[in-house]
């Protein structure tokens, strides 16, 4: 029998933040041009938001999901912003417990609710400036399994990148 020689697994290369944001910015640039600039607004006010947070991307085969939790643990992730093609969604990742009288969360799942930010050219340019919105945000930092760290510095992570993507423009005549 002959023995095989192992090999050590090697750690993942670190990337910088600005190479980072690269990647994201590729990924973004796949999209639709009014799809792209309204998930960079929204990005930027969900950094505002949740400033410090860890933000995990990956590029689907479906869509591209930019999570935001307080530590590099996808479980432990509390938002995601959702880009299927012709659309941005505000994902609560531990939202199916937060009181809602407004309805404004959707879904039925056991875990997730959502906000449709922009739908087939409607954009809601001022969902997060809606009072209502706010204080579902608030109450999901604080209802978190993990709390977000004070003082925490943001950081944006690629996590995975699929071979076989989805297109993700809207097709022709739709």
């Known amino acids: 029998m002959r023995k095989v020689k192992q090999r050590a697994s090697t750690p993942a290369k670190s990337v910088s933040q600005a190479d980072a944001q690269a990647k994201l910015d590729s990924f973004l640039a796949k999209y639709d041009l009014d799809v792209a600039a309204f998930a960079r607004r929204a990005l930027a006010k969900m950094r505002k938001l949740v400033s410090g947070a860890i933000e995990m991307v990956y590029d689907n085969y479906n869509w591209l999901v930019i999570g935001f939790g307080p530590t590099e643990r996808p479980s432990e992730a509390i938002f995601s912003i959702v880009l299927p093609p012709g659309r941005v969604t505000l994902c609560f990742l531990q939202g199916a417990g937060l009181p809602d009288p407004t ?3 959707k879904g039925s799942g056991n875990v997730v609710r959502n906000i449709r ?7 809601d340019g001022h969902v997060f400036d809606d009072p209502e919105v706010l204080t579902l945000i608030n109450m999901a930092l604080n209802r978190a399994k993990v709390p977000m760290p004070a003082g925490a510095r943001r950081k944006l992570i690629i996590r995975a990148v699929s071979a076989r993507q989805r297109p993700r423009r809207s097709a022709a005549g739709k």
Do not use: I
């Not at 930010?117 to 954009?123: D, I, K, M, S, T």
């Open 103 to 105: 309805k404004r969360l």
């Open 117 to 123: 930010l922009y739908n087939a050219g409607e954009p």
